[in-house]
Nanobody, 116 residues
Framework: QVQLVESGGGLVQAGGSTRLSCVAS????????MGWYRQAPGAQRELVATMTTSGIIKDADSVKGRFTISRDKVGNTRYLQMNSLKPEDTAVYYC??????????WGQGTQVTVSS
């Protein structure tokens, strides 16, 4: 089993920055991609950015040039650096992992609120 624990987030002013972290534990060798989704009130959960174990990144058009996904040297941690934040970035951000045995794992979510 894989477990994901997120940290970071909180209240940020528009134009500001914050960073989210997600640490994977357990059967981390089973992870093939790991990243972030978000869900705003009344909206569907959407992809923010994800990175495969080989370093391939996929991110949403709405965050390109503002958000950056990265990882630590071991590869079990993903960071999401969020710059130039906008009120529409307000959401619960979830860490997500895809595994080689086609099971998806989700973190508990962390709230990011951007005030105007």
């Amino acid at each position: 089993q894989v477990q994901l624990v997120e940290s970071g987030g909180g209240l940020v002013q528009a134009g500001g920055s914050t960073r989210l972290s997600c640490v994977a534990s357990g059967r981390t060798s089973a992870i093939k991609a790991m990243g972030w989704y978000r869900q705003a009130p009344g909206a569907q959960r959407e992809l923010v950015a994800t990175m495969t174990t080989s370093g391939i990144i996929k991110d949403a058009d709405s965050v390109k040039g503002r958000f950056t996904i990265s990882r630590d040297k071991v590869g079990n941690t993903r960071y999401l650096q969020m710059n130039s934040l906008k009120p529409e970035d307000t959401a619960v951000y979830y860490c997500h992992a895809n595994t080689w045995y086609d099971v998806e794992v989700w973190g508990q979510g962390t709230q990011v609120t951007v005030s105007s």
